[in-house]
């Protein structure tokens, strides 16, 4: 999640929905924004910067994050601590499975060493728990806003995503 759905997280689910459909699994992705601009397309510059990683985010609409969408989530990735911060004030059960995408890949990668059950539902389970259970105190790291920049800061900023949506998706779904 991020703030208006029509960049950063967008860019996010996209990227994810692809990493994903590589690995034929019953994952449901989505994204959402804390003061979203519902039903707006991503940003022009998002989707040319998706578009030159061969995906495609014309489809995407963007929707407001809500208590209901948190309740179905077993994960919660947001591009900001103060997105992180929102999601947990709407539901205070989600503190353990909220992370900034950075702060979980960082975290996941770290858990990704032991040894879990090979149902890929469980373990993903447990390292969302232990990633929870190893979570700093200090300010977790985000994803800049490229919004309202230049082209180039959007493409670094799929980049980022794409490299820490990889940490997290391979700590996840283990060994392939």
């Given at each position: 999640m991020?703030?208006?759905n029509i960049c950063r997280s967008a860019m996010a689910e996209v990227i994810a929905r692809a990493m994903?459909?590589?690995?034929?699994?019953?994952?449901?992705?989505g994204s959402a924004?804390?003061?979203?601009?519902?039903?707006?397309?991503m940003a022009p510059h998002a989707i040319t910067a998706l578009d030159r990683l061969g995906l495609n985010g014309r489809a995407h609409r963007a929707r407001l994050l809500d208590r209901d969408?948190?309740?179905?989530?077993?994960?919660l990735l947001t591009m900001e601590d103060a997105h992180?911060?929102?999601?947990v004030a709407l539901d205070p059960r989600a503190a353990g499975r909220t992370f900034t995408l950075p702060e979980f890949a960082e975290l996941a990668a770290g858990a990704g060493q032991r040894r879990y059950r090979s149902d890929t539902v469980e373990r993903a389970r447990a390292i969302v728990q232990s990633a929870a259970e190893r979570r700093a105190r200090r300010r977790p790291a985000e994803v800049h806003d490229p919004y309202g920049g230049p082209p180039e800061g959007y493409e670094a900023c799929a980049k980022t995503l794409g490299a820490s949506l990889s940490h997290a998706l391979a700590a996840l779904l283990g060994p392939r």
């Open positions: 991020c703030t208006a994903l459909h590589s690995a034929a699994l019953p994952v449901v992705t924004g804390v003061r979203a601009l519902v039903g707006h397309p969408l948190i309740a179905s989530a077993d994960l992180r911060a929102v999601a």
